[in-house]
């Protein structure tokens, strides 16, 4: 792989430490729109050429090369959210009914950032009518079955659901990896359980409406007594306390469809070459006239020196948190 676009100056600090799984291959299969919303919100306005927005683009690209430079992965896998109607609105029309639009300053991104995951030769997979979560899933199971260390990387937490000995979470931006023992610390459930957590808790960001007054603590301690969503159901008179007992016998189909809104597909159908996965396989004249047509800083030069001090310490400030991310509703067309 051209070295030139794996420098560790588009790396914060804190994601100098490397390590690698050495018993098994490495995916990382990227939640494109995940990590797109994050550094749109956190980076502020740049533009290119012709005057078009490009701080998210160079934000994802700066958060695929700390991926390649520090992870060194073995296959890469972009997975994206087509436009338009999804499976879960037929079943609950409410489905995140509550989102924004998508900002007109991120719209037309999407194609630039589309442009930049081929010119990094990184498949890029959408399913109409299925999320990128059930993309991301049906990759875990399929990468479980190859015998591959999966790493999602995703701020979703449906995904942590797909957590298994070789599953695993990454936050790239804390350059942190989420296993079932982190999980059992954060939510007090399984792997195996967060399925029927998320349909007891409920989603606002996605309007799951879950079941009222359950929430996390509420709804670890039902589990761990009773085990599953409906064994809770079933014995909803020895929950503790009169409303909630209630609550469970009158919103108990509604906590049925919030699971099914919730639990991720891992059986969805799509061509998957390993061959074509494989990192490393970048177009370099590509991904240089498009950095140089966005003006992106000095990304396309073979030394990756930003010699902006004071862009690169704004960046790597914002790129590590210090705003928070709001949820948006990409499905409303960004090819337009």
């Known amino acids: 792989m051209d070295s030139q676009w794996l420098s560790t100056d588009f790396a914060p600090p804190l994601f100098r430490r490397q390590y690698r799984n050495s018993m098994s291959k490495t995916l990382y299969a ?13 980076i502020p306005p740049m533009t290119g050429t012709s005057g078009q927005p490009t701080n998210a683009v160079f934000g994802f690209t700066r958060d695929l090369l700390t991926i390649l ?40 991104q999407i194609p630039l950032i589309v442009e930049v995951i081929k010119g990094f030769g990184i498949p890029v997979i959408g399913l109409d009518g299925w999320e990128a979560d059930d993309i991301l899933a049906t990759l875990a199971r399929r990468s479980e079955e190859a015998g591959i260390q999966a790493n999602i990387v995703t701020s979703d937490k449906d995904a942590r659901q797909l957590i298994s ?10 350059d942190k990896f989420m296993d079932e023992p982190d999980l059992i610390a954060d939510w007090g459930v399984r792997a195996n359980q967060v399925v029927d957590f998320q349909a007891l808790v409920g989603d606002k960001v996605d309007n799951v409406p879950g079941v009222p007054l359950v929430g996390p603590k509420k709804a670890s301690a039902l589990l761990n007594q009773f085990g599953t969503l409906e064994d809770v159901l079933a014995h909803a008179d020895e929950a503790k306390g009169k409303k909630l007992q209630e609550n469970l016998k009158t919103y108990a189909d509604q906590a049925r469809i919030s699971r099914q809104l919730v639990e991720l597909n891992t059986q969805l159908e799509f061509d998957l070459d390993w061959d074509k996965a494989v990192s490393g396989q970048v ?39 210090r705003r928070a991310c709001r949820r948006l509703d990409y499905r409303r067309g960004w090819t337009s």
Not at 71 to 82: E, H, S, T
Not at 165 to 174: A, H
Not at 301 to 315: E, G, H, L, N, Q
């Open 30 to 42: 990227i939640d494109v729109f995940s990590l797109v919303f994050q550094v749109f919100h956190a």
């Open 69 to 108: 430079r520090l992870r060194k992965p073995d296959y890469m896998i972009c997975a994206m959210d087509l436009p338009g109607r999804g499976v879960r609105e037929d079943i609950y029309e409410e489905y995140k009914a509550n989102r924004d639009e998508m900002p007109d300053e991120l719209r037309p």
């Open 165 to 174: 000995p070789l599953v695993r979470l990454y936050n790239v931006r804390k």
């Open 283 to 321: 177009n370099a004249d590509r991904l240089t006239e498009l950095f140089q047509r966005m003006r992106l800083p000095k990304i396309h030069r073979r030394d990756s020196r930003v010699r902006s001090r004071r862009v690169d310490r704004r960046t790597r400030s914002t790129l590590c948190g």
